[in-house]
């Protein structure tokens, strides 16, 4: 849970995920919930179809999170799996 105007942020376990629909790929922003003693997966933000991402608005966005990681966390995260490849 993010709080505006709190200097403490307890994100969690967020993630990118790709789902289809009707042969379409669509890529969403998704965290895990506690609910009933289960995990549920709960959507932040749906970024739209896979092949239309605006990838400079999504290299805003990591930027923007990256504040509140420790610089080393950013740089290894930035350069994690994967890195330099579209999903």
């Known amino acids: 849970m993010c709080w505006v105007g709190l200097s403490e942020y307890s994100i969690g376990t967020v993630f990118l995920r790709t789902v289809k629909s009707n042969g379409v790929e669509y890529v969403q922003l ?34 923007s999170i990256s504040r509140f990681l420790d610089p080393g966390d950013a740089a290894i995260r930035a350069a994690g799996p994967g890195s330099g490849d579209a999903f």
């Open 30 to 63: 998704a965290h895990n919930e506690w609910v009933d003693g289960k995990s549920r997966t709960k959507v932040v933000h749906g970024f739209g179809r896979k092949d239309r991402l605006d990838q400079e608005a999504l290299k805003r966005l990591i930027g």
